[in-house]
Nanobody, 116 residues
C-alpha cells in the first residue's frame, strides 16, 4: 500500500487547511485510515482516525475543530482543519491500517505551519 498526502502549507492562526491522502496498491475493503502528527521535539501523536464504516475518533486537542472523512471509491481520506492554532504546527502523516492484521502503512508526511 502506498500513501500520497497533499494539502499542507503555511497558514495564519484561525484559518483552515484541508489535507488529502490517497492510497494505492493492495487496498482492503476493511481498514482504518488516520492522520497523525509530529511536532519538533515531540513524539508522533494521533490526530484522528476513521474506520471503513465511518466511525471516527479524535484527539481531545482537535475535537470540534478538525473533521476527518473518507471517500472509499477514491481510496482517499481527508482532514479538514479549522480554527488552526500555532500549536497545530507539525508534520502530518497519513496512516492506513489493515483489519484484522493491524499492519500499518505511512505516507511521507506533509508540513503544516500555523503562524500567530
Amino acid at each position: 500500500v502506498q500513501l500520497q498526502a497533499s494539502g499542507g502549507g503555511l497558514v495564519q492562526a484561525g484559518k483552515s487547511l484541508r489535507l488529502s491522502c490517497e492510497a494505492s496498491g493492495s487496498i482492503s475493503s476493511i481498514n482504518v485510515r488516520g492522520w497523525y502528527r509530529q511536532a519538533p521535539g515531540k513524539q508522533r501523536e494521533l490526530v484522528a482516525i476513521i474506520s471503513s464504516a465511518g466511525g471516527t475518533n479524535y484527539a481531545d486537542s482537535v475535537k470540534g475543530r478538525f473533521i476527518i472523512s473518507r471517500d472509499n471509491a477514491k481510496n482517499t481520506v481527508y482532514l479538514e482543519m479549522n480554527s488552526l492554532k500555532p500549536e497545530d504546527t507539525a508534520v502530518y502523516y497519513c496512516n492506513y491500517r489493515t483489519i484484522p492484521a493491524n499492519m500499518n502503512y505511512w505516507g511521507k508526511g506533509t508540513q503544516v505551519t500555523v503562524s500567530s
